[in-house]
Every structure is written in structure tokens, then in C-alpha cells.
């Protein structure tokens, strides 16, 4: 079977951003919104011009595409217009949309012990432990390995997560220890979380069932998902007192704040999230945390 040929504007199209290193799911997104164009337009897009694509953006908020695929969809038009046909006058007054700024949905101490007791199995229970105690994406929890757990140094390495960083995260005795309980139960190798094919790691799609299927089954009539337990990571150790700025390092999250001359050292003393006075939390302590 012989493959569709692919047209010289796709074709540069895709080295440009290999030759910036995008992801390959940027990659399809982009493909993706440029072909949407270029079937809306009925041409190649290269033929476009700003009304053309000020009504294929007309077009998207009318169909009731989210505000999301909406600015992602003027991204990836910016960078064929800007960087691959070097056409910047059809794009630059091609305007984004605000996003509306929501509240994250915030799970109470007591309900992140309950979904993580109602986890399907310990592989399950350990990975949404290390969403919470780490503050972890879903992205960078399928990307560990086993020698990613630093014992000796207490923390976890996260390599090459969002915006291809690498960075250190919080690791807690409690963590640890269930983490050696799922190493010693399967012997993973190679992925710390890996898959029905052990040779691949578990996908995000799979964790996010995982979680979803936990917190159905803790009762918790809340919107979770996996994203659900870093943002309660966050709101945890802010209620602790933790120093704004030394959360927004251990999330490696943009921030606002000014920069200090000390900021991201003593991470390591950082207590976990739950890690409150026994007197107030016996009940709900977590005691892998």
C-alpha cells in the first residue's frame, strides 16, 4: 500500500516545527486546524487571505467550537502564516479569545482519601497518589521510570515535562513506601506504570478512567478528573502556610511574582499536603502521604 502523497506546503509545514522540536501531538493539532481551514476555504490554505480566515473563525464560533480549539486554531494559523509562508500581515490582527477565568474544582483532604482507597488496583492507587503527593500531570506521572524515584534524596525527577523541562518533585516517606508496595507487587521495568504492553507506559487516557472510575465508586458527586489532584496538591499546602512562590516551583506553573534570589531551594523540607496536626486529621489521614 502506497502512502497519500503530501503537498509541498504541508511537507514544509511539518519540517518547520520538527525543526523546532514540537511535540508530536502539536504537530497533529496544527495539521488538523489547517486542513479545517483549508476544507472550509475550499483551496490550498496558502491562497487565504485575512477575511477569508476572519470568517473561518466566524464559522468556528458559530459551530460552537469551545474557546480552546478556537485560540488553538489561530495558533496554528499564525505559525503557517508567520513561520512557513512568511506572511505576517494576513494573520497579525487575527484576535484570540479570552478565556473565561473559573475557579479549579478543589477536593477536600477527606475526599482525596477516599477516591485513592477506591483506586481499581495499586498500580492505579500508587500513580493518582503521585498526581496528589507530587502535584504530578497526567503526562509526566505515564512518563516515569523506576529510576526516576530518588530514595536518597527523597525526590522524583520529572524529565522533559510541560514546556520541555526538567525538573525535581516532592517524594514523602508515605509516597515512598507505596510506591515500593506497587514495585514489589508487579516488578515493573522500565516505565514505573506501564501498560497492557509492558513495553509501553500506561497512556493518560487510562489513568484518567482510573481516576474517574475511583471517584465514582468514593461517591464524590464533584467533576474530577486526574488535573483534580494537583489543583487539590496546591490548595493543600497553601492552606499549610506553604509560601506561594515555593508551590508555583514545585508545579513548575508560571508565575507572577517577582523573582527572589532564593527561590526553589529548600523544597525538600516541604511536608506533604496532608500533613497535618494528629490531633485534627486522625480520621483522615493519609498514610501514604
Not at 94 to 104: N, T, V
Request: charged share 25%; hydrophobic share 40%; aromatic share 6%.
Amino acid at each position: 500500500m502506497t502512502e497519500a502523497p503530501i503537498s509541498p506546503l504541508r511537507r514544509r509545514m511539518i519540517e518547520d516545527m520538527a525543526i523546532r522540536k514540537f511535540a508530536p501531538r502539536t504537530q497533529e493539532g496544527y495539521i488538523r486546524a489547517v486542513k479545517g481551514l483549508s476544507a472550509f476555504f475550499g483551496a490550498s490554505p496558502d491562497r487565504a487571505s485575512f477575511e477569508d480566515l476572519r470568517r473561518y473563525q466566524l464559522h468556528l464560533v458559530a459551530s460552537g467550537a469551545g474557546t480552546p480549539t478556537i485560540n488553538h486554531t489561530v495558533t496554528a494559523l499564525r505559525f503557517l502564516f508567520i513561520v512557513t509562508l512568511r506572511k505576517p500581515q494576513v494573520v497579525i490582527r487575527l484576535p484570540f479569545i479570552r478565556e473565561p477565568r473559573k475557579l479549579p474544582i478543589v477536593l477536600s483532604p477527606e475526599e482525596v482519601a477516599r477516591l485513592l482507597d477506591a483506586a481499581p488496583s495499586l498500580k492505579h492507587k500508587a500513580a493518582l497518589s503521585v498526581a496528589y503527593g507530587a502535584g504530578l500531570r497526567a503526562s509526566e506521572i505515564i512518563s516515569l521510570k523506576v529510576e526516576d524515584i530518588d530514595s536518597t534524596r527523597m525526590v522524583i525527577r520529572v524529565e522533559q515535562g510541560k514546556g520541555r523541562k526538567d525538573r525535581y518533585a516532592m517524594l514523602s516517606p508515605y509516597l515512598l513506601d507505596l510506591l515500593r508496595a506497587w514495585w514489589k507487587s508487579a516488578r515493573p521495568r522500565g516505565w514505573l506504570f506501564p501498560g497492557r504492553d509492558l513495553g509501553q507506559p500506561l497512556t493518560t487516557r487510562q489513568l484518567n478512567r482510573a481516576c474517574h472510575a475511583a471517584a465514582i465508586m468514593a461517591e464524590i458527586d464533584k467533576p474530577v478528573s486526574l488535573h483534580t489532584l494537583r489543583h487539590s496538591f496546591a490548595t493543600h499546602l497553601l492552606e499549610q502556610k506553604t509560601d506561594i512562590r515555593v508551590i508555583q516551583v514545585l508545579l513548575e506553573a508560571e508565575t507572577y511574582c517577582p523573582p527572589t534570589p532564593d527561590r526553589g531551594t529548600d523544597l525538600l523540607p516541604v511536608s506533604s499536603p496532608v500533613r497535618r496536626a494528629r490531633a485534627r486529621c486522625q480520621a483522615i489521614c493519609l498514610p501514604w502521604f
